[in-house]
């Protein structure tokens, strides 16, 4: 106890542990020992802010997200997920500074970095009780605890009044868990209380792998044996002082050891189960409208389905329900569903399986503006546009909430095209390369940040691997899976086991290693930079040749590993030249269906690999995802639908009859309100931006070879304009007697019979707002100017505070509102006067301002639309998309919203509560 008391009060780790001696093992006192430190005057004294408790227990450690930061901020500083993957990823520091606070984590069953990293980062330190050491940082000071008896053993024989025949080896799990058994097995008989011993025993149909929730217990001795709450507290306060379960000092669950657990099922039996099973699930559907602890909802939105399916209870009309999904995909995130709808195996739980997977990544998008529960429930009601039964049941969830939301008026451009398997990974970083296990069952993608990452097909990293001083650029796998090989820009090549321990460092190339090819029987590897190397698989090099390097060309080894080609050269193993090849090279290109198919220079693929078997293909690119496709009967092309094609600008048009979108590559399309095409105009220009007058008499565009287009309202050319530079921006007086430009170091006036009104000098201006009356334009560029159509500033000039990215002008004319490539949007009244600044959750592209000046609507950088309650000073409502965004207009009733980006055009309609 000494010993950790003086870890607590002096040690210069602010990450201590208390394990037992041996290994593994469960009720050995740690608990005890944590309760007895924390409780003496010298370590309360050294933690001033206070000592916070979290039972952990049997709860995996993504459920206690919530827990750990109200603890850490309880008795640490304030902190957000920035500052907790900051100190993640610098893991080797975990233990670095003790803290003013401490929370103590208890009954951990093994210790993760990414729990201790969210406490760490609110600068408190952490006492954690664990069976093991195992995941423990280098730099934690570890306790170990003797053990000469064994606590739980001791505490249950004597409750019970009863100990095994023999007593057991503790080094032995099996032999510790049946002396549990046979204590119980004799004890339970003799503590002659059947009841407490019946509602003991049915707390066996909780899952394993969490705390069993108290009021979940309550509710199940209320179906089974008709106990008041009162009733039920005695029992627990029985059975609790019998040593069989602990109620949790923090929070509202029951902790059960899995020695006691593990007797509890073998006593019910299958039969015994299954009625259990049957009780609880018919118990909690009977108290759905009784108010539930968080405790409860979280175990049902975890568990529900695993107790339906072993009581034989039809599980698929609960996890294909939209408002289930909606719910735990909120709670839960995209994983949890997918194991849910796997467990339904019908042929609706598989295509909504599929479609959770193709859009796993803007589903697990987290929102931090808006309300999360509505942005995630709207997003998956717009992904699901292809099971149309499921989506209405989560708008129907939508109206019912009470809160703002975002409806999609048709299918989103961006949906993934239908041979997509599943997308993921992260955007934003950059990937070259990708290998496939010869299981099939995980894969190695090479990334730009020094590592390479081993992922489960669900997703999920198994490990990433690090060591590299430059991007890793490729990756192989061995045949029999146990190794693979990275190479990277840093000129090396690295050898791993397949759990990511490193193995040898082969250092021969001078220049980056393009790539590294293992021969098929394993024995030995190539690698690829200035020149060829060939190498054994215990790091020593065999043999290099002298060749020019090309790019698009890849080594191949023969399948039987006696020869190698590269470009028309070919060498034996042993690295002699001119060996003749005994079969014709004929790799599979995996690249093929993704090339016919138009994906490859649309999704920027660096890397591919073909699965054993052929049936399927994972790519990577640019973008920083990893996709999985259907190989065969082969790819079809991406849906070709009218509104799916890149758009880099959109007006609408004021009169509600639809809108005009400035096309990429070229062209403009008129549109009708419900997003149908009416006319595609002028498709050998490239516009980079367009407007439209109030009445529709006049359409202005402002293409990229320095050219302004006024038309009228079907599209004829009325006039071009010679600018001296490109347009950036365009707007249109509501009259059309007018249209400005911003091009080059000025903003132009135009008549619409082609005379120039005037021109206002500006550093280069980006975007244009015209005040409804059309008596001044607003415009942004490292500032906002307002200016008259004179050309005179009639404000002073507003300071951004960063360049502008959007800018709009509330109908009335009473205020602006400024996006800017910090995040920030501020807000200024008609005198200059700012009124008030937001922060956005990423930078926008475009703003737009809606009906009666209430509104205001972002289109951001980070794939998501957002609205604005300018009078409130909040966001109210957001949905998430997969595609860059360039623009977003309201139809002049506000009943509608559009936006446009690299996928196409999207209709939107924000829905408030009634």
Not at 61 to 80: C, F, M, N, Q, S
Not at 434 to 450: F, K, Q, R
Request: charge should be negative; include cysteine; glycine fraction near 10%.
């Amino acid at each position: 106890m000494e010993e950790l008391i003086t870890a607590l009060t002096e040690g210069k780790s602010g990450l201590i542990a208390v394990v037992p001696e041996i290994d593994g093992l469960e009720g050995a006192g740690t608990t005890t020992a944590a309760q007895a430190a924390c409780a003496d005057p010298r370590v309360r004294a050294r933690f001033p802010r206070g000592i916070a408790w979290l039972t952990v227990g049997a709860d995996p450690r993504h459920t206690l997200g919530d827990h750990l930061v109200e603890r850490a901020l309880e008795v640490g500083g304030d902190t957000g997920p920035e500052d907790w993957i900051e100190v993640l990823l610098g893991s080797d520091d975990l233990a670095a500074q003790p803290g003013e606070g401490l929370v103590v984590l208890d009954g951990v069953r093994v210790p993760h970095a990414s729990m201790l990293a969210v406490v760490i980062a609110h600068r408190a330190s952490v006492l954690v009780t664990a069976r093991t050491a195992r995941g423990l940082p280098g730099g934690a000071t570890v306790i170990t605890l003797p053990v000469r008896r064994w606590p739980l053993l001791d505490r249950l024989a004597g409750s019970l009044r009863t100990r095994p025949a023999r007593e057991p080896d503790l080094r032995d799990p099996a032999a510790r868990e049946s002396a549990v058994h046979e204590v119980l097995e004799t004890g339970l008989i003799r503590a002659e209380l059947p009841e407490s011993v019946a509602r003991l025993l049915e707390l066996g149909v909780f899952a394993a792998d969490r705390n069993i929730p108290t009021g979940l217990a309550r509710l199940l001795w209320s179906r089974t044996a008709g106990l008041s709450p009162i009733e039920a507290d005695l029992t627990l306060t029985g059975l609790s002082a019998l040593g069989l379960l602990t109620e949790a000092p923090d929070r509202d669950v029951l902790l059960v050891t899995d020695a006691v657990r593990g007797y509890l099922r073998a006593a019910l039996g299958p039969g015994g189960l299954e009625r259990v099973h049957r009780e609880l699930v018919t118990a909690i559907d009977q108290s759905a409208d009784v108010a539930a602890s968080a405790e409860d909802v979280a175990y049902v939105l975890a568990r529900l389905p695993g107790h339906l399916r072993e009581a034989g209870m039809d599980l698929a009309g609960l996890v294909c329900d939209g408002g289930w999904i909606a719910t735990k995909l909120q709670a839960s995130g995209v994983a949890a569903v997918e194991r849910d709808l796997e467990l339904a195996g019908t042929p609706l739980a598989a295509r909504l399986r599929r479609t959770l997977a193709q859009n796993a990544l803007v589903l697990g998008r987290h929102e931090y503006t808006a309300p999360a529960a509505p942005t995630s429930a709207a997003t998956l009601a717009g992904r699901l546009h292809t099971i149309p039964g499921t989506a209405r049941e989560i708008t129907e969830l939508l109206r019912g909430s009470g809160s703002p939301w975002l409806e999609c008026l048709w299918a989103p451009p961006d949906l993934p095209p239908p041979a997509l398997r599943r997308a993921m990974g992260a955007r934003g970083e950059e990937r070259y390369g990708v290998a496939i296990s010869p299981g099939g069952d995980w894969l190695v993608t090479a990334d730009e940040i020094c590592t390479a990452t081993v992922w489960n097909l669900d997703g999920t990293v198994r490990t990433v691997l690090t060591g590299h001083e430059d991007d890793v650029t490729c990756v192989a796998i061995a045949p029999d899976g146990s190794w693979l090989a990275t190479g990277s820009d840093d000129g090396t090549v690295r050898l791993w086991a397949a759990d990511g321990t490193p193995r040898q460092v082969l250092e021969a190339h001078e220049e980056p290693v393009r790539h590294v090819v293992i021969a098929p029987d394993g024995s030995w590897l190539v690698s690829c930079g200035e020149d060829l190397v060939a190498w054994s698989p215990d790091g020593r090099l065999r043999w290099r040749a002298a060749t020019e390097i090309e790019d698009g060309h890849r080594p191949v080894i023969g399948p039987d590993g006696a020869w190698l080609t590269y470009r028309d050269r070919t060498w034996a193993c042993d690295g002699s030249p001119g060996v003749a090849m005994p079969v014709p090279v004929s790799a599979p290109d995996p690249a093929a269906a993704l090339r016919a198919a138009g994906h490859f220079d649309r999704l920027d693929v660096t890397g591919l690999a073909l699965a054993p078997g052929g049936a399927w293909v994972a790519s990577v690119g640019l973008d920083g995802v990893i996709r999985l496709w259907d190989a065969e009967p082969g790819l079809p092309a991406h849906d070709e639908h009218l509104r799916r094609r890149p758009m880099r600008a959109v007006a609408a048009l004021a009169d509600g009859s639809g809108l005009i979108t400035a096309d990429a590559p070229r062209g403009l399309t008129l549109w009708d309100e419900n997003g149908s095409a009416r006319r595609t105009l002028h498709d050998r220009a490239a516009f980079t931006a367009v407007a439209g007058s109030a009445d529709g008499a006049l359409h202005v565009a402002a293409d990229d070879e320095g050219l302004l287009w006024l038309m009228d309202g079907e599209g004829g050319i009325l006039r071009r304009i010679r600018l001296a530079a490109p347009g950036r921006a365009v707007a249109v007086a509501p009259d059309g007697s007018w249209a400005a430009v911003a091009a080059g170091d000025a903003v132009q006036f135009w008549r619409a019979d082609g005379r120039m009104l005037a021109q206002a000098a500006m550093t280069m201006p980006r975007h244009l707002a015209v005040a409804p009356g059309g008596e001044w334009v607003a415009v942004g560029g490292a500032t906002v100017q307002v200016f008259d159509l004179s050309g005179k500033r009639i404000v002073p000039v507003l300071a951004a505070g960063s360049p502008v990215c959007g800018l709009a002008v509330a109908p009335g004319g009473t205020w602006i509102a400024a996006a800017t490539t910090c995040g920030t949007i501020r807000r200024w009244d008609r005198t200059g006067m700012l009124v008030d600044e937001f922060e956005e959750q990423s930078a926008a592209v475009a703003v737009a301002a809606g009906p009666f000046g209430r509104w205001l609507a972002t289109a951001t950088e980070d794939r998501a639309v957002r609205i604005w309650d300018v009078r409130e000073r909040r966001c109210i409502a957001a949905l998430h998309l997969d595609a860059e965004l360039t623009g977003c207009a309201w139809t002049p009733g506000g009943t509608r919203l559009y936006a446009t980006g690299a996928a196409g055009l999207y209709g939107l309609r924000l829905h408030l509560p009634r």
